[in-house]
């Protein structure tokens, strides 16, 4: 697996956290770093407007996606300024890594 950080460009907000995401090193490909990303995130494909490789390059096709390295970080740039409209709630069974069993762990 290649491990990334992914997060949704935004520079109005104060915490913008970056998720990792895993892709499996035999699908590296620039639709299946958008599928994987906008599930994670909870953001709809279609209002993705480029993938951006931090700092400052665009990736634009499969090979650009195989070059990744671990762990390097991405941002989603979104098309549509007003942001709240474009998120939903993934459900737990999309594979969101909710861990039922782990949430009810007590310390």
Do not use: W
Not at 13 to 28: A, K, P, S, V
Not at 29 to 58: A, D, F, W
Not at 60 to 73: G, I, N, P, S
């Amino acid at each position: 697996e290649l491990v990334l950080k992914v997060r949704i460009q935004n520079p109005n907000l104060r915490e913008n956290d970056f998720i990792e995401i895993e892709l499996d090193r035999q699908e590296l490909t620039y639709k299946e770093l958008l599928r994987v990303s906008c599930r994670e995130l909870g953001v709809n494909p279609e209002h993705v407007q480029k993938i951006r490789k931090l700092p400052n390059t665009m990736l634009r096709k499969d090979k650009d996606v195989a070059r990744l390295q671990d762990f390097q970080e991405l941002e989603l740039v979104l098309t549509v300024s007003d942001k709240n409209l474009l998120f939903r709630v993934p459900s737990l069974s999309e594979g969101s890594g909710y861990n039922k069993k782990a949430s009810e762990l007590t310390y």
